[in-house]
Structure formats: C-alpha cells, structure tokens
C-alpha cells in the first residue's frame, strides 16, 4: 500500500514530534504540507519531510480554503483551535488525526463527532496513553482476568511542579476560558485510560477541587511581576524562580516554547532570547501573579455499572508521574509508569511477584512512554481499514470519555453528583 498523504496543521510540541516519528515511516507516511505561523517551524518540517516550498503555510485557513489534496489531516493546534478547522477538514473529505482536546465545550465536541459520522471520515483522537507498553500490559493483565473482575481504580495524575507552572500557571493552558478545564486539558489522558481498563460504562460522577497555592494572596511580600525584574526576596530559594530555571535545566523544548517567535534559531536558542522572552511573555511572570485560574488540585469519583467505582487524583505538589492501583476480585495490581516492572499480588496462590515492562521518559518530552510513537505506528492501519486492534479511540469513544470530564466539572461546580446517562443525552449519545 502507498504511503499516506499528510497536512500538518501546527507545528508545536506535538506536531512536531508526530511528523517525526512519521519521518521513521517512510513507507507508511509523506507529510506534503505545514501550516504554522512560525517560519523556523515550517522549516523543521519542511526538512524532516522534504515538502516543497508551495507545501508551507502560515495558516490553517491558507490549506483547508483549497480543495482536499492529502489523504490525511493531522490537527494539532492549540486547543482553543480545534473546533473550527476540524470542522472544516471533515467537510472537505479528510480523516483526521485530532489532538486531544478534542475541543474546548462539550457541545463542540459533540460537532466534530458528528460531523465525522455524517460525512463518513475516520478521526482518531491522541489518547496516547492507549499505546505504552506500560498501560498496554495493564490492559492485557485485566483482558486476561489475573485479578478477577475490577473492583475499584486509582489513577493519580501527578502533574509535577515544574510542568504545572510551566503550562498551567504561565503558559497556553493557564485560563480554562483560553483553553479548557484542567481535566480536558491535563486529565482526558487518564479519564480515558480509566475508561479503557475498566471497559464499562460510568454512571454517576462527583468531584471536588480549586485553584489554592498558585494565587496572588501567595506571593512573598515585595515579589515583583517578573521573575526577570530582580529583587524577589525569595528568588534564591523559589524553586519556581523563571531565570533560575528556563536559563538552567530546562529541557530544550521548554526553551523552544518560551521563545516562539523570539529565537532566529527556533532549534537552539540563545540565553539572550531567553531572557527576551522572560522579559515580555507570560513565561517570566511570577507563578503568583500570572492570571491563572485552572485548579491545582482536584478528585473525581465515578460509579461504573455493575458498582466498580474509580478515583482520578490530580495534584501539581509533586515531582510528577503518573500512579495506578489496581483492586480485583482476586488480587491488585499497583504500578508507577516510570518503573520498569508492574507488581501484582494474587490471592489464589498468596503470591507477589512482577510483570516486566519498558523503561521510558512518561513526559511530554519523552514522548509520553512510548505513546507518542505508538499512535503513529497503529494510525496507517487504523486510516488504511486494516485495524485489528483494540487501543484506537475513534471520535465517538473519545467525545464520550470527553462528557465524563465535562460532568465532572459540572459535578465540581454544583457541588453535586451527576448521573452521566443525562449528560451523554444532552448532546446525543447513548452511555452503553
């Protein structure tokens, strides 16, 4: 089979890293064009790929105002960006590889899946998490009955420090009205991943949280807006200290983000850029007085038929990772995702023992353990109609793990339980 024809649609963090692992798959994939404001960015790709001058674009509405002339259309702009070109791609003929979010309401996505549907093109959602070789044998461990029928779930989202002030204080997910709710933005990898291992409805959810620590109120008296200005009376000891870090041990592609539009050399700018950039954008405000208002903690507690019950715990007070427990009719499983092993106990036999699984870096800049590669890898079979396998999350099952986040926050805010049956009937979709 011919390799398929590829646009790019923002070339960030995340388009980036899939062109590139595109680029390892010649035979499967051929990016033709990028849309991207930055010039240096459509470079990158234009490199990776080989596409031709006339295939780079400052815009998405440049590329999709033509008729279709690719096989596939990968959306991965900013979230508050999805809706209106997806829309767009849809009604051109495209299929779509959609960055998560899907979109920014529930009623958005509730459009794009059914748009998808009434036009007949396959979109795939970028529920990474699905293709780790870590949740993957959590998922084969469950499908196998090594811990008989799932009793409850614990998913811990620790976001880490760093990463909640980098994105979430200071950076493009940092107002939910600008982006979406921490859940949608953050948390619709692991409201998926509950989803998928439990493979059963939810029910009803709660859940609780706020904005706490990262808040005007909590700045050291005398603080200035900027890190970059000088004269904290913390700015030793903040270990938020803008300067401190993103001049220091931040990874190169924190520092590619923080100076958009400011590096000449967008692969490797310099400290004089750097510093531009803490000088004039939103990463070089002090964490507590940076406008933010997405919550730096928060629960969610969902009821799945049958009665197996869920918890999602995300908290920014950590060094970040993501946590699992496990508890079956006939044992548990627990696992930190940066292990390389995943311990089980089972009751039959009173035994502990191990299930050997990859090392990887479970960031974002690692490529979320695999996953980044992962999705690519199945996505040709997914798009070419030859999927046999169990992992991809189509449009429909990604708006529906979407309602569940959007009942939680509905849940949050009324202070009150929400039947997610309701919820799902609102927009059009059965709960089954």
């Known amino acids: 089979m011919k390799p398929l024809s590829v646009v790019l649609l923002g070339a960030g963090n995340r388009g980036i890293r899939y062109a590139d692992h595109m680029a390892e798959m010649p035979d499967k994939y051929k990016v033709v064009a990028v849309a991207d404001p930055s010039e240096s960015r459509r470079r990158t790709i234009q490199q990776m ?3 031709p001058d006339s295939g780079l674009y400052n815009s998405w509405e440049e590329v999709l105002a033509q008729p279709k002339f690719a096989d596939l259309c990968v959306i991965a702009l900013v979230d508050n960006m999805h809706y209106e ?14 960055e998560k979010p899907v979109a920014q309401t529930a009623q958005e996505c509730a459009d794009i899946a059914n ?8 979109v795939l959602v970028c529920h990474v998490l699905r293709y780790t070789p870590f949740f993957g044998k959590i998922k084969q461990l469950l499908m ?21 002030s ?9 107002k939910e009205e600008e982006s979406t709710p921490m859940l949608l933005a953050k948390c619709c990898h692991d409201l998926d991943m509950i989803q998928w291992l439990l493979d059963k409805p939810c029910k009803k959810v709660s859940s609780f949280g706020s904005l706490m620590h990262f808040r005007k109120e909590n700045a050291p008296e005398g603080a200035p807006v900027r890190c970059a200005d000088g004269g904290c009376p913390a700015g030793d000891t903040c270990p938020y200290n803008c300067v401190a870090y993103y001049c220091g041990p931040a990874s190169i592609a924190r520092k590619r983000i ?13 400290e004089s850029e750097i510093m531009t950039a803490l000088k004039t954008t939103d990463y070089g405000l002090c964490v507590y007085q940076a406008n933010n208002d997405v919550v730096d903690h928060q629960v969610v507690n969902m009821e799945f038929s049958g009665g197996a019950t869920a918890t999602l715990t995300m908290n920014a007070f950590n060094y ?22 995943i311990k089980v106990f089972t009751f039959d036999d009173r035994k502990h023992w191990t299930v050997p699984t990859l090392k990887v870096d479970e960031t974002i800049n690692g490529g979320h353990g695999g996953g980044d590669q992962g999705i690519i890898r199945e996505l040709y079979e997914f798009m070419s109609g030859s999927y046999d396998g169990y992992r991809a999350a189509d449009i429909n099952i990604s708006v529906k793990n979407h309602l569940i986040g959007f009942a939680a926050e509905e849940a949050r805010h009324g ?18």
């Open 49 to 51: 790929h080989g596409v």
């Open 85 to 98: 070109p997806a829309l767009k791609a849809i009604d051109l003929g495209y299929d779509l590889l959609l």
């Open 115 to 122: 748009a998808a549907n009434a036009k007949g093109v396959k």
């Open 144 to 164: 196998e009955g090594v811990i008989g029928d799932v009793i409850s779930l614990e998913q811990t989202e620790a976001v880490g420090h760093i990463h909640y």
């Open 166 to 174: 980098h994105s979430y204080v200071r950076g493009n997910w940092h």
């Open 258 to 270: 923080i100076t958009n539009g400011i590096a000449e050399n967008f692969e490797n700018p310099t």
């Open 320 to 341: 970040g990772g993501r946590y699992i427990r496990i508890y079956g009719t006939r044992g548990e499983i627990m696992a930190h995702m940066s292990d390389t092993q």
């Open 415 to 432: 202070e009150k339980i929400v039947k997610v049956d309701e919820v799902f009937a609102r927009y059009g979709f059965e709960n089954d």
